[in-house]
């Protein structure tokens, strides 16, 4: 396996945990809604819950969002990397077409 296959894993990897945690919040945030609409009596542990929630909420917003800027690291990097073999694949290319002009014709 190459590094740039290896990396795309890892990409693909940490967008699906991504994705698997933003699914977790909506999930909490929608339990935290329907929560609210109890009747008065329920209010006090509500709060408490809500508070909880918009805690954990929170946590895991700072660490999507620690994900997020790795997985912007990795396409800047992955990036980087295409448009260097990219350049090579070029320069390959460039050479061979010079080969391919300079050979004597009549051979």
């Known amino acids: 396996m190459t590094q740039k296959e290896v990396t795309m894993e890892e990409l693909e990897e940490t967008v699906k945990c991504t994705d698997q945690q933003l699914d977790l919040m909506e999930w909490k945030m929608d339990a935290v809604e329907k929560q609210l609409a109890e009747p008065v009596d329920n209010q006090e542990v509500c709060v408490m819950n809500l508070l909880k929630s918009v805690s954990e909420v929170r946590s895991e917003y700072q ?17 980087s990397r295409l448009r260097a073999q990219l350049r090579l694949v070029h320069g390959k290319f460039a050479r061979l077409r010079q080969r391919i002009a300079a050979a004597d014709p009549t051979r």
Do not use: D, I, N, T
């Open 63 to 79: 660490q999507l969002r620690r994900e997020l800027v790795e997985v912007q690291a990795l396409q800047r990097e992955l990036s």
